[in-house]
């Protein structure tokens, strides 16, 4: 099990660290070993969905980068813990995962000999899930001097990153955007990097009109431009009024903001606790979800696996 082998490589590294201390050595950078890897880094979740998604991506990263040594870290502690207690939704109940954090993984990929790695965020915006990946790079560096990192951003990193997305989701959402509104769920965050959802949204609009982003929480969530009930006040505008609306996640996987923020049946009355489908609902819409994450599509992978590739010529 992997907790055991977690276990073992921790007194391996203590036996080290004493035989280090009893002949007053502490050249850490000579223990190092010359491999090099690849960690693969998410949010995580407790949903039985996303891990196909999760697998597809570690497929499509293999296939482009055969032959080299990936593994995966999960930045949710919260997910993490709920897993390792085998409480994950749906079929996952029951079932013990043992996923690690970034820090975990790459502490026993230094203890197996590892020095150089290519760390690739599969987070969608550069925001505080991003820096605190960095923050943890830099202090395994500060720990263990001679390990390398080169590190590949977010999908929506950059201005011709957003381009290229706009581009992509619009092309999959063709027939629905012409059937009416779609609506993509993002997550939301306090950190600047909210704004990235604004910018997609405005390329999404330059091909249609009826391409809204919104999300959850954040900057733009706070001040009513991309909560439901703001983008609510804008498809509601549009004349004639639309039959039905598209929603689907602008996010790595469908998983548990997709499932009840956005898709789910709170049955509630009150309108700021229910789901997005609800909202639309009552106000006359047909909703059709499409429940798919950015990780389920190929071409959306690819971004991702051309930012490790670009981090790795680094």
């Not at 850490?28 to 996303?50: I, R, Y």
């Not at 955007?177 to 390329?203: C, I, N, R, S, W």
Request: aromatic content about 8%; charged content about 25%.
């Amino acid at each position: 099990m992997k907790i055991f082998r977690k276990t073992i490589l921790m007194f391996a590294a203590a036996a080290l660290l004493f035989t280090a201390c009893d002949s007053n050595s502490n050249d850490d950078e000579q223990k190092l070993g010359d491999k090099e890897g690849v960690l693969l880094v998410t949010f995580g979740s407790s949903f039985p969905d996303p891990q196909i998604t999760f697998d597809n991506v570690d497929k499509a990263a293999k296939a482009k980068f055969s032959g080299e040594e990936i593994r995966w870290g999960f930045t949710s502690d919260l997910i993490i813990n709920k897993l390792r207690k085998g409480n994950g939704e749906g079929s996952l109940a029951g079932k013990v995962i043992d996923n690690d954090t970034p820090e975990e993984a790459l502490k026993i990929m230094i203890e197996e000999g590892y020095s150089k790695f290519a760390v690739q965020s599969l987070h969608v915006i550069p925001g505080e899930e991003f820096d605190e990946l960095l923050e943890a790079t830099e202090k395994i560096e500060k720990e263990k001097p001679g390990v390398q990192f080169s590190i590949g951003v977010p999908l929506l990193n950059s201005d011709d990153d957003i381009a290229a997305v706009a581009k992509i989701m619009a092309a999959k959402f063709a027939n629905e955007v012409a059937a009416g509104p779609v609506l993509f769920m993002g997550h939301g965050t306090p950190h600047k990097a909210d704004g990235q959802y604004a910018k997609l949204e405005a390329e999404l609009k330059k091909i249609d009109e009826n391409f809204f982003v919104g999300t959850v929480e954040g900057i733009g969530f706070e001040a009513g431009t991309t909560s439901i009930g703001g983008i609510l006040t804008k498809i509601n505008a549009i004349s004639p009024k639309p039959a039905s609306v598209t929603i689907t996640p602008l996010m790595s996987i469908a998983g548990d903001h997709a499932n009840n923020d956005m898709n789910g049946r709170t049955e509630s009355s009150d309108p700021e606790e229910q789901s997005w489908r609800e909202r639309l609902e009552a106000d006359g819409y047909t909703v059709n979800c499409i429940m798919k994450g950015l990780g389920d599509y190929s071409e959306i992978r690819e971004i991702w696996l051309e930012h490790l590739d670009e981090a790795k010529a680094k």
